[in-house]
T-cell receptor, first 115, second 114 residues
Framework: GAGVSQSPSNKVTEKGKDVELRCDPI?????LYWYRQSLGQGLEFLIY????????KSGLPSDRFSAERTGGSVSTLTIQRTQQEDSAVYLC?????????????FGPGTRLTVL | DQQVKQNSPSLSVQEGRISILNCDYT??????FLWYKKYPAEGPTFLIS?????DKNEDGRFTVFLNKSAKHLSLHIVPSQPGDSAVYFC?????????????FGKGTKLSVKP
């Protein structure tokens, strides 16, 4: 079956513009995560969706960041009024929480560059 | 403060030799540990994991060792192959992974020279 897909693969935007990043998780996976990886850094957790529960937004760095997950499947991460420090690779992952240790399957990421 | 630390940003080994990648953690609530491998321009892929009730897990050329008292784990790759060249991330979860996100280290870039 298909893995996690993300679009676009690359996004270049100007400072102050809004951007939307899309994630299609693996079919049947109930959990969906967003992470970002800035240059030279590890993966930084942003937000987590599990079924119909309220999302865990504890990793979002500011109120300019928001995410939705429609119908328990596709998710969009929105960054409003982008800043240069938002430049990073944004990674989406999905998982079946029934798996021990919560093995997460990652998409290829969206590389965001804010000029 | 980093809860998962990979103190070596890079490691270079000769093909056929052993690669040892290290990871330290600070949170005693972590009970499951995972290693992910990442090639450039791709997302991380799961490699191997270990529960805190074990001290060793082996899968082919890959073995993960866990030392709970030292809050330390390591990934051994034997024998190393050029295709193993990638960035390796150590990750940890609490509560058997039934809640939320993984906490990742910053990664170690492994280069295996032919």
């Amino acid at each position: 079956g298909a893995g996690v897909s993300q679009s676009p693969s690359n996004k270049v935007t100007e400072k102050g513009k809004d951007v939307e990043l899309r994630c299609d998780p693996i079919s049947g996976h109930t959990a969906l995560y967003w992470y970002r990886q800035s240059l030279g850094q590890g993966l930084e957790f942003l937000i987590y969706f599990q079924g119909n529960s309220a999302p865990d937004k504890s990793g979002l760095p500011s109120d300019r960041f928001s995410a939705e997950r429609t119908g328990g499947s596709v998710s969009t991460l929105t960054i409003q009024r982008t800043q240069q420090e938002d430049s990073a690779v944004y990674l989406c992952a999905s998982s079946l929480l029934t798996t021990p240790g919560n093995e997460q399957f990652f998409g290829p990421g969206t590389r965001l560059t804010v000029l | 403060d980093q809860q998962v630390k990979q103190n070596s940003p890079s490691l270079s080994v000769q093909e056929g030799r052993i690669s040892i990648l290290n990871c330290d953690y600070t949170n005693s609530m972590f009970d499951y540990f995972l290693w992910y491998k990442k090639y450039p321009a791709e997302g991380p892929t799961f490699l191997i994991s270990i529960s805190s009730i074990k001290d060793k897990n082996e899968d082919g050329r890959f073995t993960v060792f866990l030392n709970k008292s030292a809050k330390h784990l390591s990934l051994h790759i034997v024998p190393s192959q050029p295709g193993d060249s990638a960035v390796y991330f150590c990750a940890a979860s609490a509560y058997g992974g039934s809640q939320g996100n993984l906490i990742f280290g910053k990664g170690t870039k492994l280069s295996v020279k032919p």
